[in-house]
C-alpha cells in the first residue's frame, strides 16, 4: 500500500493573511470573498508540489531526498510571501470597475501595475523550484550543491572499481584466452563483452580496449581535481563588503555572491553588472552570480560596488583563493636568484 505523503514527509505550510486576500477581493470584483479560499488554493499548491517531490524521492538515491525536502520547503515558504504580497499590491488602488472613471487615480494604477508584473516576474521563479525538484538527482554534480564533495567521492569510488575490474578482466581474459568462468562477470556481462569482441575490426580484440582504460582513468583524474577544488573552496571564508549605495554579502548556503542596492540602480550600472555575469534575483532582491574566485575577480573589475575602505573585493577576504596562492608561488620562483649553470667536469658528472 502506497504511503501517504504526510507519513513520508511533514509539510510545512506557511500562513495565508486572509485579511488582505479579503480585501484583494473587494477592491477589485463585486463578488463576496468565501473565507478560507486563499489559504486553501496555497495548500492545494503546496500538495501539488510535495506530490512531485515525493514521486522524485522514488526515482532518485536517498542522498538526495534531504535536498528535495529543501526545495519543497523553499516552495512553500516563498509562495505563501509571493501570494500575500500580491494580495497587498491588489488591494492599493480599487480597479475602475469598482471606483468609478471620475478621478481615477491613474498614476497610481500605473504604480500598481508595475509591482504586478514584479510580483508576478517573482511567482514565475518559484514555479521554477518545481523543475528544480523533478531535475535533482538524476544530473551532473553542481558545486552549489551541499553535498557535492559526497558525491563526487562516491563517483570516484566507482570510477575506480570499474578501472580495477577491467584491469583484472583483461588479465583473466590474457591467462585463460577465454571469459567463461571469470567470477567478476556476470553470465550477462560475460555475453555481452563475446559479442562486442566479435564484432569488433581489431585482429586480437579484448574485453576491454586500451582507450576505454585511458578514458576512465582521465575521468578519474578530472573527478580527483575537482573534488580537491571545492575542498579548498570549502575552507577558503569569505567577506562581504559595503559599497556606496548598498552592500555584498556572501551566501555561502546558496553559494552566491549577492550584490544589494538601496534603490533600484540605473540603467548603466544594470548593463555593468549583467555583462559581468550577474543576474537579477526577484526572489531575494539581489543582483547575484555564483561565488567562486571569477566572482571575486569580476567584483574588483566593478567601480559600482566598489567597497567604501577603497579596497579591492579580492584584498578583503579572509583567506586567499587558490587563484591568489599560485600566483603568489609563481612570484616567489620568479624573485628566487637564478642558480648558475655547472660548468667544466662538474657540468659534465
Given at each position: 500500500?502506497?504511503?501517504?505523503?504526510?507519513?513520508?514527509?511533514?509539510?510545512?505550510?506557511y500562513p495565508i493573511n486572509e485579511g488582505a486576500a479579503?480585501?484583494?477581493?473587494?477592491?477589485?470584483?463585486?463578488?463576496?470573498?468565501?473565507?478560507?479560499?486563499?489559504?486553501?488554493?496555497?495548500?492545494?499548491?503546496?500538495?501539488?508540489?510535495?506530490?512531485?517531490?515525493?514521486?522524485?524521492?522514488?526515482?532518485?538515491?536517498?542522498?538526495?531526498?534531504?535536498?528535495?525536502?529543501?526545495?519543497?520547503?523553499?516552495?512553500?515558504?516563498?509562495?505563501?510571501?509571493?501570494?500575500?504580497?500580491?494580495?497587498?499590491?491588489?488591494?492599493?488602488?480599487?480597479?475602475?470597475?469598482?471606483?468609478?472613471?471620475?478621478?481615477?487615480?491613474?498614476?497610481?494604477?500605473?504604480?500598481?501595475?508595475?509591482?504586478?508584473?514584479?510580483?508576478?516576474?517573482?511567482?514565475?521563479?518559484?514555479?521554477?523550484?518545481?523543475?528544480?525538484?523533478?531535475?535533482?538527482?538524476?544530473?551532473?554534480?553542481?558545486?552549489?550543491?551541499?553535498?557535492?564533495?559526497?558525491?563526487?567521492?562516491?563517483?570516484?569510488?566507482?570510477?575506480?572499481?570499474?578501472?580495477?575490474?577491467?584491469?583484472?578482466?583483461?588479465?583473466?581474459?590474457?591467462?585463460?584466452?577465454?571469459?567463461?568462468?571469470?567470477?567478476?562477470?556476470?553470465?550477462?556481462?560475460?555475453?555481452?563483452?563475446?559479442?562486442?569482441?566479435?564484432?569488433?575490426?581489431?585482429?586480437?580484440?579484448?574485453?576491454?580496449?586500451?582507450?576505454?582504460?585511458?578514458?576512465?582513468?582521465?575521468?578519474?583524474?578530472?573527478?580527483?581535481?575537482?573534488?580537491?577544488?571545492?575542498?579548498?573552496?570549502?575552507?577558503?571564508?569569505?567577506?562581504?563588503?559595503?559599497?556606496?549605495?548598498?552592500?555584498?554579502?556572501?551566501?555561502?548556503?546558496?553559494?552566491?555572491?549577492?550584490?544589494?542596492?538601496?534603490?533600484?540602480?540605473?540603467?548603466?550600472?544594470?548593463a555593468e553588472l549583467k555583462s559581468s555575469g550577474f543576474?537579477?534575483?526577484?526572489?531575494?532582491?539581489?543582483?547575484?552570480?555564483?561565488?567562486?574566485?571569477?566572482?571575486?575577480?569580476?567584483?574588483?573589475?566593478?567601480?559600482?560596488?566598489?567597497?567604501?575602505?577603497?579596497?579591492?573585493?579580492?584584498?578583503?577576504?579572509?583567506?586567499?583563493?587558490?587563484?591568489?596562492?599560485?600566483?603568489?608561488?609563481?612570484?616567489?620562483?620568479?624573485?628566487?636568484?637564478?642558480?648558475?649553470?655547472?660548468?667544466g667536469r662538474d657540468a659534465e658528472r
Open positions: 500500500m502506497a504511503r501517504s505523503i504526510k507519513e513520508v514527509h511533514t509539510i510545512n505550510y479579503r480585501r484583494a477581493k473587494e477592491m477589485n470584483s463585486f463578488s463576496d470573498y468565501k473565507e478560507g479560499s486563499a489559504t486553501a488554493e496555497y495548500r492545494a499548491m503546496v500538495d501539488k508540489a510535495a506530490a512531485i517531490a515525493e514521486k522524485q524521492k522514488s526515482r532518485v538515491d536517498p542522498m538526495y531526498h534531504e535536498k528535495i525536502d529543501h526545495l519543497l520547503d523553499t516552495y512553500a515558504r516563498k509562495l505563501a510571501e509571493n501570494m500575500n504580497q500580491g494580495f497587498a499590491i491588489d488591494a492599493r488602488v480599487p480597479s475602475v470597475m469598482i471606483a468609478g472613471p471620475s478621478n481615477f487615480p491613474v498614476g497610481k494604477k500605473e504604480k500598481q501595475n508595475r509591482a504586478r508584473d514584479s510580483n508576478m516576474e517573482e511567482w514565475r521563479h518559484i514555479q521554477g523550484l518545481l523543475d528544480k525538484i523533478r531535475s535533482t538527482g538524476m544530473g551532473g554534480i553542481s558545486a552549489d550543491d551541499p553535498a557535492a564533495i559526497e558525491k563526487l567521492q562516491k563517483k570516484l569510488d566507482g570510477l575506480e572499481r570499474s578501472q580495477l575490474i577491467m584491469k583484472e578482466v583483461n588479465a583473466y581474459y590474457r591467462k585463460h584466452g577465454k571469459l567463461d568462468g571469470c567470477a567478476l562477470l556476470s553470465p550477462d556481462q560475460i555475453e555481452k563483452l563475446k559479442a562486442s569482441m566479435a564484432s569488433s575490426w581489431r585482429s586480437d580484440p579484448r574485453p576491454f580496449e586500451s582507450y576505454q582504460l585511458t578514458n576512465n582513468n582521465a575521468e578519474i583524474r578530472r573527478v580527483k581535481a575537482r573534488i580537491e577544488q571545492l575542498s579548498k573552496q570549502a575552507q577558503q571564508e569569505f567577506s562581504g563588503w559595503e559599497f556606496d549605495g548598498g552592500r555584498v554579502e556572501m551566501n555561502r548556503e546558496d553559494n552566491r555572491l549577492q550584490v544589494f542596492f538601496d534603490g533600484k540602480p540605473d540603467a548603466d550600472t544594470r543576474r537579477w534575483a526577484p526572489s531575494v532582491g539581489a543582483w547575484q552570480r555564483q561565488l567562486t574566485d571569477n566572482a571575486i575577480r569580476a567584483a574588483d573589475r566593478l567601480e559600482c560596488i566598489k567597497p567604501l575602505s577603497g579596497e579591492k573585493p579580492s584584498q578583503l577576504q579572509k583567506k586567499p583563493s587558490i587563484l591568489q596562492t599560485m600566483r603568489e608561488q609563481d612570484e616567489k620562483v620568479q624573485t628566487e636568484p637564478e642558480k648558475k649553470a655547472p660548468s
